[in-house]
């Protein structure tokens, strides 16, 4: 089992930067993938980030130079250091597992409570 816990989020103005930090519980989080989910109001929940425990990174073309996946395997941190916001970046963003190497299409296996950044126009 594997808990996450997510930091960072906030208001923040158009063009902007956040850092959010998702901290994991457990000794196996060397062995889990790793990426970002982000659900807008009325929208289906979509994967920006990932990162494989070989460290292969994915991105969604919305956040490609913008956005980076970064993890820091010594603190059990994944991290998403996120600039130049822009408002259709609001939503809520969820850490999350996977039970392997790389992100599966069948999803992840474990997920954060969540954390709610609003970017202002």
């Known amino acids: 089992q594997v808990e996450l816990v997510e930091s960072g989020g906030g208001l923040v103005p158009a063009g902007g930067s956040l850092r959010l930090s998702c901290v994991a519980s457990?000794?196996?989080?060397?062995?889990?993938?790793m990426g970002w989910f982000r659900q807008a109001p009325g929208e289906e929940r979509e994967l920006l980030a990932a990162y494989s425990t070989g460290g292969n990174t994915y991105y969604t073309d919305s956040v490609k130079g913008r956005f980076t996946i970064s993890r820091d395997y010594a603190k059990n941190t994944l991290y998403l250091q996120m600039n130049t916001l822009k408002p259709e970046d609001t939503a809520v963003y969820y850490c999350v597992a996977y039970r392997g190497p790389y992100w599966s299409r069948t999803g992840p296996d474990y997920w954060g409570q969540g954390t709610q950044v609003t970017v202002s126009s």
């Open positions: 457990g000794r196996t989080f060397g062995t889990y993938a």
